[in-house]
């Protein structure tokens, strides 16, 4: 036990170093948060977009997708991918979940 009180105060900070590195990692994680739909939606126009089909994706038709998308198992990062107007996917399986999702929905979502 520490009986000289000079070094209490040292050996504190030491332990809270620890504790204040751990809170400023997980705060910078903080943007792995699910993209909402709107940002979703603003991603798929902006594929549609750049493959020159914009005028297919209306705010309608992409907003009906990008909900069924967040709703769905995709991750994240899958969704973050869409988000930022990028076609790509995490891995294989979340690309078939992708491609089968939005053929599930098209025909609901084309009627908007």
Not at 5 to 14: A, G, H, V
Not at 29 to 47: E, F, L, M, T, Y
């Amino acid at each position: 036990m520490l009986t000289d009180r000079r070094t209490r105060p040292f050996s504190r900070l030491l332990l809270a170093v620890p504790v204040a590195a751990l809170a400023l990692s997980l705060a910078a994680c903080g943007g792995s948060a699910r993209p909402a739909a709107d940002d979703v939606a603003d991603g798929i126009q902006k594929v549609y977009e750049d493959q020159g089909l914009g005028e297919v994706m209306t705010d309608d038709v992409a907003s009906c997708f990008a909900e069924a998308l967040v709703d769905s198992d995709l991750s994240d990062e899958t969704l973050t991918y869409i988000a930022n107007g990028e076609d790509k996917q995490k891995n294989e399986e979340e690309k078939a979940l992708t491609t089968q999702i939005l053929q599930d929905k098209q025909e609901e979502c084309l009627a908007q």
